[in-house]
């Protein structure tokens, strides 16, 4: 039996396949427990060029994230799709266990490891809404109500003439350009008085004033939805009425950290649930790392899930080669 220290990664992400693949290079054994089927996390839903990520200014999120798995596969990388984390707890032996379960038959699975990641990444904020604006819920399983901004970007998709964004911040500036550049009208519809996008974002927007195609509504909100024939109706706070095809809730992100698995562990997190780390990615847990959007709320995109990805694998193999593992 192979002796090679076992490192699960929980989350198959670009942060967490960045760590697998060093840990890999490392001589290590990482093992990746993602829960969907693929590999990829949210990149995987991308359908946007990301012109930020250096050598490849052409290529989507979802071709990224498809690229980052087969690199993994080609390496033999252990992964296990289906695999959520049930348990994790300090042995009495110092040791970490982790017990993991899976959405096919199979029964679940226990290690014990010196090392654990967390790469679980971020969801995109919106449920809440939906339960408390009248109608949005009914409005989301039928299509015209969407959480994030995947949908605008796909292709082939009917956007209709009038779009309305939910949120003042980065997400809602950028597809708002996306769509103005289509020649679609959008309004954007944001409880604060001024916007939190980036500047930049912001005069992109602003350069279609003129043009009649943006509105900003500051200091309103959505507060009920209805069918208006082959339109909707959206009635914000103030009391007016916004004709639209869509509604988009681009209300920015959540940490996935809060999960009961975690529960035995003594992680800290900041006041909005991030997992706060080191500059080794280290968590106030001994032995646990935390990479990617989870422990990053300041910078979160592909680039920086990479580089943290890296620098947990690159601590991890160091502590093994001085201590055996990691030290406290």
């Given amino acids: 039996m192979s002796q090679t220290p076992r490192v699960p990664i929980i989350g198959g992400g670009p942060a967490g396949m960045s760590c697998a693949l060093w840990l890999h290079n490392y001589g290590l054994g990482p093992i990746v427990i993602e829960q969907a089927a693929e590999l990829g996390g949210m990149a995987r839903a991308d359908p946007y060029p990301n012109p930020w990520l250096l050598g490849r200014p052409g290529a989507l999120g979802r071709e990224n994230a498809a690229d980052f798995a087969r690199h993994l596969e080609q390496l033999a990388v252990e992964t296990w799709l289906g695999g959520r984390p049930l348990r994790a707890w300090r042995r009495a032996d110092g040791l970490i266990g982790l017990e993991v ?171 909005d649930g991030y997992i706060t780390v080191d500059g080794n990615m280290a968590t106030s847990c001994w032995g646990v790392f935390a990479v990617g959007d989870v422990a990053n709320p300041v910078h979160p995109c592909i680039a920086t899930a990479l580089g943290s990805g890296t620098m947990a694998a690159r601590e991890i193999q160091k502590r093994f080669a001085r201590h055996g593992g990691p030290a406290g």
């Avoid at 708002?176 to 009208?185: C, E, I, P």
Wanted: hydrophobic share 45%; glycine share 10%; with cysteine.
């Fill in 101 to 271: 379960g899976f959405a096919d038959p199979r029964p679940p699975r226990t290690l014990s490891c010196m090392a654990l990641v967390i790469a679980t990444g971020t969801a995109f904020r919106g449920e809440e809404w939906l339960d408390q604006v009248v109608n949005a819920r009914v409005l989301a399983q039928r299509g015209r109500v969407h959480i994030g901004p995947a949908w605008a970007g796909e292709p082939g998709i009917e956007l209709g003439a009038h779009v309305a964004l939910i949120g003042g911040g980065d997400n809602a500036f950028d597809v708002a350009h996306t769509l103005l550049r289509k020649g679609v009208r959008v309004t954007i519809v944001m409880r604060a008085a001024a916007p939190r996008a980036q500047p930049l974002l912001v005069e992109r927007v602003s350069a279609y004033a003129e043009s009649g195609l943006i509105d900003v509504r500051s200091q309103r909100e959505v507060v009920l939805l209805e069918v208006r024939g082959p339109r909707l109706r959206a009635r914000l706070s103030d009391g007016d009425d916004l004709e639209v095809d869509h509604v988009m809730l681009l209300f920015g992100y959540r940490p996935n950290s809060g999960g009961a698995w975690l529960a035995e562990l003594p992680i800290d997190t900041d006041a």
